[in-house]
């Protein structure tokens, strides 16, 4: 069953899960289910939570898709590598309110999280099944 095409201003939200992202062992002071309900009441935001996305050594990744208005005006799938609080999370929030990939660019303060893309992209799960 494939996903619907998200809104003209929403982005698709591929949130890892897996091996060491979202987890307490790797990440202790980390209220990973606090970011995963930030992203899902994000106005804007399409969210996916996803096992592992091969990018252990930068976890807990997020990786942003354009809106179709992104992808129309040339933006590309974003990732971004050690969001680790409730500051960084809203950065995202707040660059996806914006436009995202090929609307705006990414926050000063996400800058130094932009890292190239991983390994590979797992299936996904609706937020609303972790």
Known sequence: MSS???A????RVVL?????????DK???????????QLSAAAGVDLAVTGCLGNCERSNTIVVLPSPAGSAAGGRVTWLGRILDATLTQAVVDWIAAGGPGVA?????LVPHVQPPGRRIAATEPADAR
């Open 27 to 37: 990440h202790p002071d980390t209220d990973h289910r606090q970011q995963v309900d």
């Open 105 to 109: 660019d990414p926050p000063e303060r």
């Open 4 to 6: 619907p095409i998200p």
């Open 8 to 11: 003209a201003g929403t982005c």
């Open 16 to 24: 890892c899960r897996g091996c060491c992202c979202g987890t307490t």
